[in-house]
Structure formats: C-alpha cells, structure tokens
C-alpha cells in the first residue's frame, strides 16, 4: 500500500533525525611521515618507516584508542625547496594531524613557517641542530642535538690529557653546532683546537682532509658526518693514512651508526664516540624495541634514527591521547613539555621549555662481541639538556 504524503514526510524528518542523532563514525589520525625514501639517504626512511609501523603494530594498529594513517613523503635527501612543497601538500591536501620525520636541518627549517601557520604538531625524528625547535612552537624534537653528545665528549678528551684536536665536520647546519660544541667546551677545559677543516656535503674524497690532520701535530681529531656513506669514507680514509698507527685518536659521535656498523670490518674496533643511544644498550626496553622492529622489518637497524622515530610515535600517541583525537595544535604541544618515559635508550624526557628530549649520553667504544662489531657503552654521562639551547 503507498505511503500517504504526510507519512512520507513524516518517515524522511525520522530517518533525518535518526541519522543526525547517531554518532560520526570517528575518522582515522593522520600522520605524515617526512624523510628520503631514495637515494644516497634513503636507509633514514626506510628506518622512520619500520619504527613507526613497529611501534603502531605494538600499540595493537591503534594509538590512543583512533585508527591511524601513516603517510611518507620523501625529500630524496638535502632538499629545502622540496621538502617545503611536500609538506605544504600533506597539510593542505591531505590534511594531516601531525608530522613527524626530518633528517636534514635545512628541510626541516623550511617548514618551520608552514608548521607555525597550521599548528601541526611536527615531531623531529633526526635532524640535530639546535636551533630547529626555537623555528615554530610546534616543533618537539625525539632525536638529538650536536651541542647535546659533543660537550660532554669534549669533557672527556680533556681529562684523557689530550691536549691537541682538530675538529673535521660536513658543512651545514649539524656540522658547523659540532664544531661549535667542542670547540667552545675543550678550550673551557683548557685544550686548543689547533685546526677547523669544513667538509662539502657532496665530499666522497676524505683522503687530502685526512692529510691535513694527520699534518697537523693533534692527538686526536673530532668529527661529524652525516650518516651513510660519508661515515664510511671517512673512516677508510682515517685508517688508510695512518692515523690510527700513529696515535691520532677518533673522536665522534655517529659515525659507527649501527646502519654502516658491519661494513667497516676490524678496522672500527676501539673507536671512541660519544652518543646517546647503542643498539647494545642493556635494558628491558631496549630489547622489545629491537624485537619489534626485527619483527617489522628484518633489515631495519636498531640505530639513531629507528629509536628517535619509535620515540617520536611515543610522544605522538601522548599528544593523540590528549586531544581525544581531535586537531588541537597548542593542547597536543602543551602535553608534549610535560612528557617523560623509559626510553630504549634509556630514561628520558621533554625539556618543558626547549620542547627538545633530554637525555643520558654514553661514551661508546667499538668492541667486536660474539664475532659481531657493536657500540658498546663504557661509561655514562648522565641525563645531559640541548646544551647549544643553553648558550
């Protein structure tokens, strides 16, 4: 029988009701994952990409109680200009609830203006130079920085008695605050920099730097390089010159990445860097990490960059908790400066005011155990702040 027009209306404003009156199925966070997925550096994106499912997968698929969606961008490597288009495509576009990733400083210092305008809570992974977080207030930063693992490095030099270093750094942003950091604290502990060498980013050819320091009369000289295949280089370079045999000593920080670690046979052994996490650290955490990430992804490397995105998704998921899942910029970074946690690579928190992870970093020495080569950590520095914040 047909629906008279009164009881047609009636039913339609019935159904409108009944669906107005159900609740919206809640949509899934987005998260926007930045690094390079190719070229020289694409071992840093592959990393993000394990850590980050890994992390999500032990959470049980979920964080904070909302489904997730994990979207990667990748810079291919150093690429300011598209890194920006990127992002600006990731806020615009698709709409993300939070950012996270960023190896190389000047990529993630080209955003800091895309981040500030749109309030996305942006988790920096990686990239080390200080200044990063002072560029948004949306910045919060589970990696590192060089002024962090090189001042109490330089610490330690001065009390071995070494007197005399030349510092050896790539020249860009991370390089130029190492070089800073140690200089600033060995002379303040009484030692002399007796030589500053800058390295192009693009150098595969360490051999007339090498040469210069081994010119140069020091005892020891101090390094940074972005990791990959500048880490090898260099230290084939170091060995093939003759600095080892004659006395000079390494100083560094990660530059025998657990990624390369295998790769440069005995001739790592008795490295000394300084560095706040070894995929060898001993501890309840450290082992579900690396068991997790094996479990994702049986390449991926229990290194710097896998630990700072496991972290990252950590603070992410407290920021997701927070705000029921909604996109609240100031409430999610607010809950960020509050943040502290047994981290894989041991205690940490979130320095309220920097926005940046503090942290214990550890004098590490290459040893070869069980046939294997790892960092192992010989002494502890203690929880150590963004000491280049701190200036």
Same mark, same amino acid.
């Given at each position: 029988?047909?629906?008279?027009?009164?009881?047609?209306?009636?039913?339609?404003?019935?159904?409108?009701?009944?669906?107005?009156?159900?609740?919206?199925?809640?949509?899934?966070?987005?998260?926007?994952?930045?690094?390079?997925?190719?070229?020289? /550096?694409?071992?840093?994106?592959?990393?993000?990409?394990?850590?980050?499912?890994?992390?999500?997968?032990?959470?049980?698929?979920?964080?904070?109680?909302?489904?997730?969606?994990?979207?990667?961008?990748?810079?291919?490597?150093?690429?300011?200009?598209?890194?920006?288009?990127?992002?600006?495509?990731?806020?615009?576009?698709?709409?993300?609830?939070?950012?996270?990733?960023?190896?190389?400083?000047?990529?993630?210092?080209?955003?800091?203006?895309?981040?500030?305008?749109?309030?996305? *809570?942006?988790?920096?992974?990686?990239?080390?130079?200080?200044?990063? +977080?002072?560029?948004?207030?949306?910045?919060?930063?589970?990696?590192?920085?060089?002024?962090?693992?090189?001042? *109490?490095?330089?610490?330690?030099?001065?009390?071995?008695?070494?007197?005399?270093?030349?510092?050896?750094?790539?020249?860009?942003?991370?390089?130029?605050?190492?070089?800073?950091? /140690?200089?600033?604290?060995?002379?303040?502990?009484?030692?002399?920099?007796?030589?500053?060498?800058?390295?192009?980013?693009?150098?595969?050819?360490?051999? *007339? /730097?090498?040469?210069?320091?081994?010119?140069?009369?020091?005892?020891?000289?101090?390094?940074?390089?972005?990791?990959?295949?500048?880490?090898?280089? /260099?230290?084939?370079?170091?060995?093939?010159?003759?600095?080892?045999?004659?006395?000079?000593?390494?100083?560094? +920080?990660?530059?025998?990445?657990?990624?390369?670690?295998?790769?440069?046979?005995?001739?790592?052994?008795?490295?000394?860097?300084?560095?706040?996490?070894?995929?060898?650290?001993?501890?309840?955490?450290?082992?579900?990490?690396?068991?997790?990430?094996?479990?994702?992804?049986?390449?991926?490397?229990?290194?710097?960059?896998?630990?700072?995105?496991?972290?990252?998704?950590?603070?992410?998921?407290?920021?997701?908790?927070?705000?029921?899942?909604?996109?609240?910029?100031?409430?999610?970074?607010?809950?960020?400066?509050?943040?502290?946690?047994?981290?894989?690579?041991?205690?940490?928190?979130?320095?309220?005011?920097?926005?940046?992870?503090?942290?214990?970093?550890?004098?590490?020495?290459?040893?070869?155990?069980?046939?294997?080569?790892?960092?192992?950590?010989?002494?502890?520095?203690?929880?150590?702040?963004?000491?280049?914040?701190?200036?």
């Amino acid at each position: 029988m047909p629906l008279s027009r009164r009881a047609l209306v009636c039913a339609l404003a019935a159904s409108s009701f009944a669906l107005a009156a159900a609740p919206a199925q809640a949509q899934s966070v987005k998260i926007g994952i930045v690094g390079p997925f190719s070229g020289p /550096f694409a071992h840093y994106g592959a990393l993000f990409k394990a850590a980050a499912e890994a992390y999500v997968a032990g959470q049980g698929g979920k964080l904070g109680g909302r489904e997730v969606e994990l979207i990667y961008r990748d810079t291919g490597g150093p690429n300011p200009a598209q890194t920006k288009s990127l992002v600006q495509e990731l806020i615009v576009k698709d709409k993300v609830d939070y950012l996270g990733g960023f190896v190389f400083t000047p990529n993630a210092l080209a955003v800091a203006p895309l981040i500030q305008q749109s309030q996305t *809570p942006t988790v920096i992974f990686n990239a080390a130079t200080s200044s990063i +977080t002072e560029k948004s207030d949306y910045f919060v930063r589970t990696g590192y920085t060089l002024w962090q693992v090189t001042v *109490p490095l330089a610490r330690w030099a001065a009390k071995q008695n070494i007197a005399r270093v030349v510092t050896a750094v790539t020249d860009y942003g991370p390089g130029l605050d190492a070089e800073a950091a /140690f200089k600033s604290e060995f002379a303040r502990q009484g030692g002399t920099v007796v030589e500053s060498i800058r390295m192009p980013i693009a150098t595969t050819d360490f051999g *007339p /730097f090498v040469q210069r320091i081994k010119a140069s009369g020091a005892q020891a000289v101090y390094t940074f390089l972005p990791g990959g295949p500048p880490n090898l280089g /260099f230290i084939k370079a170091y060995n093939e010159n003759g600095l080892a045999k004659s006395g000079v000593r390494f100083l560094g +920080t990660a530059e025998t990445d657990e990624f390369d670690l295998q790769k440069f046979g005995d001739s790592a052994v008795g490295l000394t860097t300084a560095f706040h996490y070894s995929g060898a650290h001993d501890s309840a955490a450290n082992k579900a990490f690396v068991a997790a990430l094996k479990k994702q992804d049986p390449g991926a490397a229990a290194n710097y960059a896998s630990v700072g995105a496991w972290d990252g998704m950590h603070v992410i998921q407290k920021m997701i908790e927070a705000t029921g899942g909604r996109k609240d910029g100031p409430k999610a970074i607010a809950t960020a400066r509050t943040l502290q946690w047994e981290s894989p690579r041991g205690p940490v928190r979130i320095d309220g005011k920097t926005r940046h992870i503090t942290q214990d970093v550890y004098l590490r020495q290459v040893e070869k155990v069980g046939g294997v080569l790892v960092n192992k950590e010989v002494e502890s520095f203690g929880p150590q702040v963004d000491h280049g914040l701190a200036q």
